[in-house]
């Protein structure tokens, strides 16, 4: 039974701590509110007005595939374009990306992310590229500047290069088997209409050639079509404008002003409201000292 009136009690008096610190505080701000209510007003009139100030940025991202080197390889080139960037290394990213550096300037952050975040020595999945322009104009001059940037590298230029003549060589002798074998195929076709006689050293299949006619004019597709794509970077989706600013943001700086200004006025608040005590201590005990000392009564 004790203990539960224990609990009661113990509750009831946290209840009433609670509420006494509430009512303090709502007597704080009432006795300082021309202190407070300022401080709020100037807090949201700085926000707004940074909000209008400040250059929006935009964000966007381009998914890309990695075709001469991986994509790790790719990223950490990124990630070294990121600081010459925050170093704002302007010259330095013009001569990489070929363009002006009055363009540069309106890049402002760029980053690569993997797409599968484990690691593969050769992954297919690709990765993205995430910027953060000044400009939506800028976006496509930026695509192209990304690309061009990664084919001027003596390594990915000799791997590319490389790949393109073994490509083309294959493509040469498949275009030689294929028109030997459609010579022979139609050799073929004329004897059995009658219109050549048989030669003794035709001894062929007519299905098998055309089975293999299929496989190689198959296979001379894909490599052509190999050699087409043979770039540094494969572009899967490009960039896109959003007209929404990803930088500032509205309720972000509402939110730091706010608090900032309200703690620099219960600052300020504190400082008065201590200043006042101490007054007040001072007077009292000016007003003690000059008080008549009591007489002693002798028994």
């Known amino acids: 039974m004790s203990n539960n009136q224990k609990q ?3 509750s009831a008096s946290d209840d009433i701590d609670l509420l006494l610190l509430l009512e303090r505080s709502l007597w704080f701000f009432r006795k300082y509110r021309l202190v407070f209510i300022p401080a709020i007003i100037l807090g949201i009139a700085l926000a707004i007005t940074g909000y209008l100030l400040i250059p929006k940025t935009y964000s966007s991202r381009l998914v890309a595939h990695a075709v001469a080197i991986t ?26 990306f070929g363009l002006p550096q009055t363009e540069m300037r309106k890049l402002k952050k760029i980053k690569g992310t993997e797409i599968q975040k484990i690691f593969s020595p050769v992954n297919p999945n690709g990765f993205y590229i995430d910027v953060e322009v000044t400009d939506n104009q800028f976006l496509p ?3 192209k500047g990304i690309v061009d940037a990664f084919e001027k590298s003596d390594y990915i ?3 590319l290069e490389y790949k393109r003549t073994r490509l083309k060589e294959l493509i040469n002798k498949l275009e030689i088997e294929v028109k030997k074998i459609d010579s022979t ?5 004329n004897i059995i209409k009658g219109k050549e ?11 098998s050639i055309s089975r293999q006619l299929v496989e ?8 052509k079509e190999e050699l087409n794509f043979t770039t540094s ?36 608040a504190l400082l008065m409201h201590l200043n006042k005590k101490l007054k007040d201590r001072r007077r009292m005990l000016v007003v003690k000292r000059s008080e008549p000392a009591k007489p002693v009564l002798n028994e």
Request: net charge positive; aromatic share 8%; no cysteine.
């Open 141 to 143: 001059l930026l695509q």
């Open 197 to 207: 006689k048989p030669s003794s050293s035709l001894i062929v299949d007519g299905s």
């Open 185 to 189: 195929k139609q050799n073929l076709e």
């Open 216 to 223: 190689l004019n198959d296979k001379l597709y894909q490599l």
């Open 71 to 96: 994509n790790q390889e790719h990223i950490q080139i990124i990630d070294n374009w990121n600081r010459l960037l925050k170093e704002n290394e302007y010259g330095e990213l013009s001569k990489i």
């Open 233 to 268: 970077l494969q572009v899967l989706q490009s960039f896109a404008a959003f007209h929404k600013p990803a930088n500032p943001k509205l309720a972000v700086l509402l939110l730091i002003g706010l608090v900032g200004f309200t703690a620099l006025a219960f600052f300020i």
């Open 8 to 10: 009661v009690s113990g």
């Open 157 to 159: 230029k000799k791997r």
